[in-house]
């Protein structure tokens, strides 16, 4: 991967969206830093930094919600990347298969009610 084309901030990092690879969901987002991009493209599973426990993270490692990366795309900005992947299990540790289900409702902050 090359690394150069990405504008990481000045922690080292940069925003990845995970989106669904078959029905184009966004699913959630995290941070990366160079190593996770490299990690992702090495072991094909997303893999993010955590700023607040400040380590490599994988998601699913521990819950089994693994997420396969298909592809990894590369805004024109070169400043956010998508990990499009085919998700085992629900992306949001509330067990929501996304992390977006609070939607603005006539400026209140409501839940989506699955179906």
């Not at 607040?52 to 795309?73: A, F, N, P, Q, Y």
Request: proline share 3%.
């Amino acid at each position: 991967m090359d690394l150069s084309k990405i504008r990481f901030d000045q922690n080292g990092l940069a925003p990845v969206i995970a989106q669904d690879a078959e029905s184009g969901e966004i699913l959630m987002m995290a941070w990366a830093n160079a190593e996770a991009l490299l990690m992702t493209e090495k072991e094909g599973l997303a893999t993010w930094w955590s700023r607040s426990r400040r380590e490599l993270w994988t998601k699913g490692k521990t819950s089994g919600s693994l997420m396969r990366v298909v592809d990894i795309l590369l805004d024109c900005d070169g400043d956010t990347l998508i990990y499009l992947v085919d998700p085992s299990g629900p992306a949001c540790h509330t067990g929501r298969k996304t992390c977006f289900f609070t939607h603005n409702d006539a400026g209140q902050w409501r839940e989506i009610i699955e179906k």
